[in-house]
């Protein structure tokens, strides 16, 4: 009987693991508001630096910058593939 009160708690703790873990991580999709607020480039239209050159510095400083590509880290899709599904260009 043991053996059986052992295994209980595994089983529990298997059930609660989603089935695919790498969709539960994919950004969901933007609304409709949410693309209102972006410009051509795909990004916040506040945040682009390619649209406002005078954002570069600010990025520059907070160390979000990709040099190879000269924009923001965090807005290049060449560096971050993943951008490309929530609508960056």
């Known amino acids: 009987m043991r ?3 052992a295994v209980g708690p595994v089983l529990v703790a298997l059930v609660g693991i989603p089935a ?13 508001a949410e693309k209102a ?10 945040l682009c630096t390619r649209c406002n050159p005078k954002l570069v510095p600010v990025f520059k400083a ?3 910058w ?8 965090s807005q290049c899709v060449k560096c971050n593939p ?5 609508g960056a260009k």
Request: charged fraction near 35%; charge should be neutral; hydrophobic fraction near 30%.
């Open 20 to 32: 695919h873990p790498a969709r539960a991580a994919d950004p969901a999709p933007a609304t409709a």
């Open 37 to 46: 607020e972006r410009c051509e480039h795909g990004v916040k239209k506040s």
């Open 62 to 64: 907070k160390g979000d």
């Open 3 to 5: 053996s059986l009160f």
């Open 82 to 86: 993943k951008l490309a599904k929530e």
């Open 66 to 73: 990709c040099g190879e590509h000269g924009m923001p880290e």
